[in-house]
């Protein structure tokens, strides 16, 4: 009774984020943006309030996020239907035919018998995902190939075991994330702007988006890195590129780290160059990209390369959603040319992202590992403000860097993102150019504000 006296106000907001959690896991559509909107700002401010009060009590904090997570238990993912194909490679791979090869439309249309939940798994997921050879990396398919093996056929089975999969991801996430904050000397709270943000819950445990084996296995590789185990570092960053793509934009930042001597002799605070080990990073990114490439071997064929690198090219010609930048350069685009450039833009912003991301790699101090960490921040921060997509599930990845750095303009970020589900209210999901632009003006005016008029926002996090 003494303890819930002392403790009253953060057990009622954790009992009412609990209740929330269940109205948003059972009883909401995405096309219901008024109470998506609302249960999300609400989650929000429990969120920021609970740690707020509770930071110290981290056992008290562990509880609530598995919690959180457990409410989604049964749940169908109700923001996002990608999890249908997650399941149809799944039943393809124990069908023992090759997901990388054939479209849904493609194997649907052909009128050979699939599997039981061949024709539901297909209308479910959708005609663009029906439309396209899978892209999703060989780690993320085994993920999917256990869920139907497991699942034995199940949908519900198969929803079972890939929650539990990504919720284990986060308290992995959870436990190495503290270990890094103490190797830095910083809090161990920290890691709870990642464990407990709704926004994951909600997007990776909820929906099923695998951004979180990905940060696992990116993490663990950071870490092992940081006590100089370079080769399991190495194989454990080659897990998470082939879980998804997206470390590979950090690979670059990580060379002066890397190149750095195990004891790295200093002479008034600069770094002695001749005590770097520049055939540390040749071995490393060697051992790092050979590992993800071996994953591929289980699907190898003749036709792999080519539709597989077709595939992930859609994403700079042809897919466009919750942009920022690029919508600016489109709208200049049909002012002088008068049609759509994403053929020529998205290439060319990905050249811009790739040339940024070397200069920062180099001319920051990446000897010293926070300044890794946000460099690592700025790297992904700058690829998101120049991707033609971004789905919000994205924003995981600036999340959890930012828990090794001062800056919290991406728990902004995982909030306000939730602004661009407002497109699936309308006809043929059209997004609304003014939602765009608050979402947008909100993030970066954060931005600002905390990198460059180096004013702290969310104090009390």
């Not at 219901?32 to 609400?42: C, E, F, G, N, Q």
């Not at 002479?267 to 540390?280: A, D, E, I, S």
């Amino acid at each position: 009774m003494h303890y819930f006296k002392a403790h009253k106000f953060p057990i009622l907001f954790i009992i009412s984020s609990l209740l929330f959690y269940m109205a948003f896991a059972y009883d909401l559509q995405r096309t219901d943006t008024v109470k998506l909107i609302s249960l999300y700002a609400a989650l929000f401010f429990f969120y920021y309030k609970i740690l707020q009060f509770e930071k110290g009590n981290l056992k008290l904090l562990f509880c609530f996020g598995i919690l959180s997570r457990l409410v989604f238990i049964v749940a169908i993912p109700n923001l996002s239907q990608d999890f249908y194909r997650f399941l149809w490679d799944g039943q393809l791979i124990n069908n023992g035919i090759n997901p990388y090869l054939h479209t849904p439309e493609e194997l649907i249309a052909s009128g050979e018998s699939l599997f039981p939940t061949a024709q539901q798994l297909y209308k479910a997921m959708g005609a663009l995902s029906a439309g396209h050879y899978s892209n999703y990396p060989p780690l993320s398919q085994l993920f999917y190939y256990l869920s139907s093996f497991f699942g034995q056929q199940n949908i519900m089975g198969s929803i079972i075991f890939l929650r539990l999969s990504l919720i284990a991801a986060d308290v992995g996430i959870l436990i190495i994330a503290q270990k890094i904050l103490t190797l830095l000397g910083q809090d161990k709270h920290k890691a709870y702007w990642y464990f407990l943000n709704p926004f994951i819950c909600i997007e990776l445990v909820g929906n099923l988006h695998f951004e979180g084996l990905m940060l696992l296995f990116f993490l663990l590789g950071i870490y092992l890195l940081l006590e100089r185990k370079w080769t399991g570092s190495a194989i454990a960053v080659a897990l998470s590129i082939a879980t998804k793509l997206i470390p590979l934009l950090f690979l670059p930042v990580l060379l002066r780290l890397l190149a750095k001597g195990t004891k790295a002799m200093k002479t008034k605070n600069k770094v002695n160059m001749q005590h770097w080990n520049f055939l540390r990073p040749l071995g490393y990114y060697s051992l790092t990209i050979a590992v993800a490439v071996a994953t591929f071997i289980p699907f190898l064929s003749s036709e792999l390369v080519q539709k597989y690198l077709g595939t992930i090219g859609l994403w700079f010609h042809n897919f466009e959603f919750n942009a920022s930048f690029y919508y600016l350069i489109r709208e200049i685009g049909f002012l002088y040319k008068g049609y759509n450039i994403i053929d020529l833009a998205g290439l060319k912003m990905a050249v811009v992202v790739l040339v940024f991301i070397l200069l920062i790699s180099v001319i920051r101090k990446n000897e010293k590992p926070n300044i890794v960490m946000s460099t690592m921040l700025f790297a992904i921060t700058f690829y998101l403000a120049f991707t033609t997509t971004l789905h919000p599930w994205y924003v995981a990845t600036p999340l959890l860097l930012c828990v090794f750095t001062n800056y919290k303009f991406p728990v902004v970020w995982s909030f306000i993102v939730a602004l661009s589900y407002l497109a699936y209210s309308q006809p043929n999901f059209e997004e609304n150019p003014w939602i765009l632009t608050l979402e947008y003006l909100v993030l970066y005016g954060c931005f600002i504000k905390e990198v460059y008029l180096k004013q702290p926002i969310l104090r009390h996090l």
